[in-house]
């Protein structure tokens, strides 16, 4: 069975007594607890059958420790850097992808469109790699949980008693 990384930013106190135990008594005992950049982080290396699997059953753990999920990792937002180490290709390779030199329809940045290092959304690209033979459809499968984690995240920030149903949502890919 192979093992997938990941990681959960948290809304909860690190330095709280119980605040490993929480989580590693609902499931997380494969995980790593660290503050990055002042945030609690819940860094995971879970066994599973599938991405999928692994995620959503980190995510039920998170929840079941009376946790709210912020944010999930890796990241839907890319750099050019990140499409490259994502995709194992070049970074001048990615470039003649955007500039439409290689093949046409690479898809536009999404975000930071006016800075010097925008960034893309990492479902479009995955979903391009994937038309254009250059990525496995898995990765592009991987992104959509992102974005989809993201959402509920986000969602939650702003209407906290919302109900998202990630899982139902998740339920095709």
């Given amino acids: ?4 990384d990941f990681t959960f930013v948290v809304d909860a106190d690190p330095y709280a007594d119980d605040f490993e135990d929480r989580f590693i008594e609902t499931g997380c005992d494969d995980a ?3 503050l990055r950049r002042g945030a609690a982080a819940i860094c995971f290396d879970r066994t599973a059958n599938s991405y999928k699997e692994a995620v959503l059953s980190a995510y039920r753990n998170i929840k079941d420790a009376g946790s709210n999920i912020l ?6 937002l890319v750099s050019q850097n990140e ?12 470039g003649l992808f955007k500039k439409g ?20 959304d990492w479902v479009a690209v995955s979903q391009w790699l994937v038309a254009n033979g250059k990525l496995d459809e898995s990765e592009y499968r991987h992104a959509l949980i992102s974005r ?26």
């Fill in 1 to 4: 069975m192979p093992t997938y």
């Fill in 83 to 94: 499409i490259s180490e994502r995709a194992h290709l070049s970074r001048s390779a990615v």
């Fill in 101 to 120: 030199e290689r093949r046409e329809g690479f898809p536009l940045p999404v975000a930071k469109i006016s800075s010097p290092r925008p960034l893309w």
């Fill in 32 to 34: 790593t607890f660290v």
């Fill in 71 to 76: 944010r999930f990792e890796p990241d839907f």
């Fill in 148 to 173: 989809t984690i993201n959402v509920d995240a986000q969602i939650r920030l702003v209407t906290p008693d919302h109900e998202f149903d990630v899982e139902a949502v998740l339920a095709n890919v």
